[in-house]
């Protein structure tokens, strides 16, 4: 078997490996090379060295308030989502009724796009502020928690499937020997299950953060930015500087790579960090 597997490895693996060159290594490495010139095209990409990414924090405020605005964002859906994905879980891996119907229509919302979803809660949303005389591009913070809203709305029901999995792969034996020693549900919890579920924990924190950052579709769908990119995040300001700003495409593709960056490194950090915890419980 050994042998076979060895053998026939390099086929199966090159059409893998070849799609991952052409779709992905080559767009990304010439996206790279790009954001180092001033192009309308490919073809005609004069180099410029690092004047896109002087540009990009000297000229244009924009990215700026877009990336704090994406982290302010992150940070509290992150923690939503997770604290309510997880309390959900701890209430449908109990001996109730009705478990497997709830778990369905939580998870339910993820299977809708986002485009879809962003129209949809503009709809709801203005239909709620209209009744006060405003629409949710009259402040950017009712854009904001528009946005934490739909985030919490979509995500929740995928992160809870993943924490159920997580509960009920601890052993019962566990719950039971504290029960019997006197230990008190929150004891339990603090003790036996947080502890337990931190590989289901590591891949929500990393599902919740990188979603976070990268969200387009809703964004342009909810607010589009308004009032005035107040609430525009950083994917959509990078597509608004491609494509809306003629002469502008090399900032644009030097605010993706930087938006690369910062994503990859938060990413690699949160995966160390809580790696480490499941390796010390």
Excluded: H
């Excluded at 994406?70 to 309510?84: E, H, P, Q």
């Excluded at 566990?174 to 919890?189: M, Q, T, V, W």
């Excluded at 990119?229 to 030097?254: C, H, K, P």
Aim: aromatic residues 16%; contains cysteine; charged residues 10%.
């Amino acid at each position: 078997m050994e042998k076979n597997i060895k053998k026939y490895f390099p086929i199966f693996l090159l059409p893998t490996l070849i799609s991952f060159i052409l779709v992905f290594l080559i767009p990304f490495v010439l996206g790279i090379y790009l954001s180092f010139t001033k192009f309308t095209t490919v073809e005609n990409a004069t180099w410029v060295g690092i004047e896109n990414y002087i540009q990009a924090f000297t000229q244009d405020t924009n990215f700026l308030n877009a990336l704090w605005f994406t982290v302010k964002f992150t940070v509290v859906s992150v923690i939503t989502v997770n604290v309510l994905a997880f309390c959900l879980a701890l209430i449908l891996t109990r001996a109730i009724r009705g478990t497997s119907f709830f778990r369905t229509v939580f998870f339910m919302p993820n299977l809708i796009g986002g485009i879809v979803l962003g129209y949809i809660w503009n709809l709801l949303i203005n239909s709620v502020l209209g009744m006060f005389g405003y629409d949710i591009t009259y402040d950017a913070k009712f854009g904001f928690w528009g946005l934490v809203f739909l985030m919490n709305w979509q995500l929740i029901g995928y992160m809870m499937v993943i924490y159920i999995a997580g509960i009920q792969n601890i052993p019962k034996e566990l719950n039971e020997a504290a029960r019997i020693d006197g230990a008190s549900p929150f004891n339990i919890l603090k003790n036996i299950t947080i502890p337990m579920v931190m590989p289901s924990v590591t891949i929500c924190l990393f599902l919740t953060l990188t979603n976070s950052f990268k969200l387009f579709d809703q964004n342009l769908a909810l607010t589009g930015g308004a009032p005035a990119r107040e609430t525009s995040m950083l994917a959509l300001d990078i597509f608004n500087t491609f494509y809306g700003r003629i002469g502008w495409q090399g900032v644009g593709q030097a605010k993706a790579v930087v938006f690369f960056l910062i994503v990859a490194t938060i990413a690699f950090i949160q995966l160390k960090i809580t790696a480490r915890k499941e390796v010390e419980q």
